[in-house]
């Protein structure tokens, strides 16, 4: 849905103030991954899902003219443990042009991955 909100008050059944105060403990990453996919549509992207039988899941695989942008969300502390982006880099590099990981974090770049605050989701 292009509106978190409206997807917190289908799925949370009235706990919205609960978890805006950090109370209680939720899916945050389903939200999260709501949030980014709706402000890349906003912005016009086509949003493609990959899942090789629930083994490799990409969470968003753009097609750009420089190539292939794969985005990953992380909503957690761990986001720089993502082993589904880690597989495909190593086995198809050649053809991704960009890897981004978008979490609670500052401005990052690792190994070939960016890292940005999942506020600058709308400058990608």
Same mark, same amino acid.
């Given at each position: ?47 493609? +899902? ?68 999942? +506020? ?5």
């Amino acid at each position: 849905m292009l509106d978190t909100g409206l997807v917190c008050n289908m799925s949370l059944n009235g706990r919205q103030f609960e978890v805006m105060n950090g109370e209680i403990g939720i899916n945050e990453g389903a939200l999260t991954e709501n949030f980014v996919a709706a402000e890349l549509a906003k912005k016009g992207v086509s949003l493609h +899902y990959h899942d090789k039988k629930s083994k490799h899941e990409l969470d968003f695989v753009v097609a750009t003219p420089k190539g292939i942008k794969i985005i990953e969300v992380k909503s957690g502390r761990d986001f720089k443990r993502h082993a589904s982006l880690s597989y495909t880099i190593s086995n198809e590099g050649e053809n991704i042009s960009e890897a981004v990981v978008l979490c609670n974090s500052n401005v990052e770049f690792e190994n070939g991955i960016k890292y940005l605050p999942l +506020y600058m989701t709308m400058f990608l």
